[in-house]
T-cell receptor, first 113, second 114 residues
Framework: DQQVKQNSPSLSVQEGRISILNCDYT??????FLWYKKYPAEGPTFLIS?????DKNEDGRFTVFLNKSAKHLSLHIVPSQPGDSAVYFC????????????FGTGTSLTVIP | DSGVTQTPKHLITATGQRVTLRCSPR?????VYWYQQSLDQGLQFLIQ???????AKGNILERFSAQQFPDLHSELNLSSLELGDSALYFC?????????????FGAGSRLTVL
């Protein structure tokens, strides 16, 4: 049972434009969310996180939005750069039950120069 | 370099065989996690250890086992291998075993079962 879903396997965006990656979850107990970026032949690297007490967290060009009622989060990258081309995974955890993170299947982002 | 070291990077073996994947966590991290990524799948959580003790168990098959040693490195043992076990196996580490930790991943071990 996939508790974290990324329904878009791929996304292409022009350089300089906004990239929006989406993630949905089903477990209402999830209260901590992370985004990871993965380049080929490397492990995922942490990008940004958000806890359920917030609805937005920003770090430079990256902003994560959380809509708890819709059980939906999104990652905005503005402006998109060719170096952002990678696979992006969202992950969720229920902090009260430990550190088991559930990952989505990933969205492959291509930023076109 | 994330600081999490996984060996071997690549491994090719036959069905029915047994392999061991090794992970050294980032310095200072006490918790180790194992994830499996099959083709077109997300990262499936297998198991977590914290300071030598099993902390959480996910979708880990009975043919698979893991442990964390006193020096905090971890090994994932996969036995009676099947074709479907072919996957990328990632190890990650974190400082704590619970709470709002960030996982730091290694580069993965790619297992191919022929």
């Amino acid at each position: 049972d996939q508790q974290v879903k990324q329904n878009s396997p791929s996304l292409s965006v022009q350089e300089g434009r906004i990239s929006i990656l989406n993630c949905d979850y089903t477990n209402s107990m999830f209260d901590y969310f992370l985004w990871y970026k993965k380049y080929p032949a490397e492990g995922p690297t942490f990008l940004i996180s958000i806890s359920s007490i917030k609805d937005k967290n920003e770090d430079g060009r990256f902003t994560v939005f959380l809509n708890k009622s819709a059980k939906h989060l999104s990652l905005h990258i503005v402006p998109s750069q060719p170096g952002d081309s990678a696979v992006y995974f969202c992950a969720a955890s229920a902090l009260r039950t430990g550190n088991q993170f559930y990952f989505g299947t990933g969205t492959s982002l291509t930023v076109i120069p | 370099d994330s600081g999490v070291t996984q060996t071997p990077k690549h491994l090719i073996t036959a069905t029915g065989q047994r392999v061991t994947l090794r992970c050294s966590p980032r310095s200072g991290d006490l918790s180790v996690y194992w994830y499996q990524q099959s083709l077109d799948q997300g990262l499936q959580f297998l198991i977590q250890y914290y300071n030598g003790e099993e902390r959480a168990k996910g979708n880990i098959l009975e043919r698979f086992s893991a442990q964390q040693f006193p020096d905090l490195h971890s090994e994932l043992n996969l036995s009676s291998l099947e074709l479907g076990d072919s996957a990328l196996y990632f190890c990650a580490s974190s400082v704590g075993g619970s709470g709002a930790n960030v996982l730091t991943f290694g580069a993965g071990s790619r297992l191919t079962v022929l």
